[in-house]
């Protein structure tokens, strides 16, 4: 008796294993780039969570990739004429990319959450995220400053990318108001907000991974990094997005990277959110 129970019971989880997989493949949707003449076509996509995408080379003689360099990753292989490549997307977000050997041929793909799977997707974010080294957040010092635990010490991190209204007298805040034309008590008002949004994204004694060659600080000690969240969120571009800091132009980064600010910051402009719904004129003077 006991072993026709068993009997059942293996072949019920089987079974569900079966439907469960068909239904996910079911429901995931492929799509097609082609890569011809130096160009992604389409170079913008919007697809679904768990959908995937195939690039496929049509050129005659020349090799491509198709590389997420502002995730971290390293470049892939390279793939010839007919070969293609295939990834698929788990996590909801705007992902730029590039040919490696060609970087001015570009792409993005703008992945948004499927219907019913909010659990799943914050399952995968959380997963895919562990492969990361993780340090925990011991104060949010600004709008584009936290400071972490870094390997046993105290390190100050620079959201790479993008800058925020100092919200403290400093001599940042002078050199910002004579170049930018704005009264410091203004200044101080924006940098206030922009810190307190930040800290509703990321709290003291919550978790961070860092993205980036971590090797170099800048000339105010901090480490310039790419800080993704728990939720495997990059709130460089949260922060951008939600209208709260804007693109830094003043110093070199990745065009993958300089992509992805730049569409967020265009896309809050347009939909006036945060500092651009509360504060226009500001914005405007701040961000010329």
């Known amino acids: 008796m006991k072993k026709i129970l068993l009997t059942k019971l293996l072949l019920f989880i089987f079974l569900g294993t079966v439907f469960s997989s068909f239904f996910s493949t079911v429901n995931a949707a492929q799509h097609d780039i082609t ?47 007919s070969e293609f490549f295939e990834r698929s997307f788990d996590t909801v977000g705007d ?66 990318g993008i800058d925020a209204p100092e919200d403290t007298q400093n001599p940042k805040l002078n050199l910002d108001s004579n170049r930018k034309g704005i009264k410091k008590s203004d200044l101080l008002e924006l940098g206030r907000l922009s810190t307190d949004y930040l800290k509703e ?3 003291s004694g919550q978790k961070v991974s860092l993205l980036g060659s971590l090797t170099q600080k800048d000339k105010y000690n901090r480490l310039p990094a790419i800080v993704i969240n728990e939720k495997g969120e990059s709130l460089n571009q949260k922060m951008v997005e939600a209208g709260y800091a804007l693109l830094l132009t003043r110093f070199p980064i990745s065009d993958t990277l300089k992509m992805v600010l ?18 226009p004129e500001l914005m405007k003077q701040w961000s010329n």
């Open 262 to 279: 730049e569409t967020a910051q265009k896309k809050a402009k347009a939909e006036k959110k945060g500092l651009w719904k509360s504060h």
């Open 35 to 81: 890569i011809k003449k130096f160009k992604f076509t389409p170079a913008e996509i919007s697809i679904v969570v768990g959908d995937s995408i195939r690039w496929t080379n049509r050129e005659e003689r020349q090799y491509h990739s198709v590389w997420f360099e502002a995730l971290g990753e390293p470049e892939p292989d390279y793939f010839f004429p």
């Open 95 to 160: 992902f730029p990319y590039h040919c490696g050997p060609h970087p001015k041929m570009t792409g993005i793909v703008h992945v948004q959450k499927a219907v019913k799977d909010t659990q799943k997707n914050s399952r995968e974010k959380n997963s895919n995220n562990k492969s990361q080294p993780t340090y925990l957040v011991e104060s949010i010092e600004d709008g584009d400053t936290i400071v972490i635990n870094y390997n046993g010490k105290t390190q100050r991190v620079q959201l790479i």
């Open 201 to 203: 994204l990321l709290a």
